[in-house]
């Protein structure tokens, strides 16, 4: 059977008998079944921000140390820089493998149209297999 291939773009190549993620290769023989898949991100450095803020501000108020505000502006600051950090944790979409091995996050990235675009080639490449 000649190799067809359905989607060739940016390392990632996909046909009727191979996906290949940059320098990783999976025989589509053995893929059972695709799907879309989302990666939730990690929040950690954005709650210690805002908890350190929050640290900062209770200390002001209660006035343990005498800063003459220096607390209170930190405390704002790092609140600020917490909620940033917060906003900017965007998910990350990503390409599901069901083989016999269990389930793989083949491929993951920020911009879910190219997840689509390699969800829809791996489909074709199923279905053609037959």
């Known amino acids: 059977m000649e190799e067809t291939v359905f ?3 940016n390392g990632i190549i ?3 008998s191979r996906f290949i993620v940059r320098s990783q290769t999976y025989a589509m023989q053995s893929v059972t079944s ?8 990690s929040r950690t450095v ?12 209770i200390a002001e108020l209660l006035a343990l140390i005498d ?8 405390g704002v600051v ?8 917060w906003y900017l944790a965007k998910p990350r979409y ?14 993951v990235s920020d911009n879910k149209q190219d997840i689509e675009h390699v969800l829809q080639a791996l489909n074709q490449a199923i279905v053609s297999r037959g």
């Open 14 to 16: 996909v046909s009727n």
């Open 94 to 107: 990503s390409v599901v493998l069901h083989t016999s091995a269990g389930e793989h996050h083949a491929l």
């Open 7 to 9: 989607f060739n773009f």
């Open 46 to 57: 954005a709650l210690a921000f805002i908890f350190i803020g929050v640290l900062l501000l």
């Open 34 to 41: 695709v799907k879309p898949g989302v990666v939730k991100p």
């Open 67 to 74: 800063q003459q505000g220096v607390l209170l502006v930190a």
């Open 78 to 85: 790092a609140i600020l820089l917490g909620l940033i950090a």
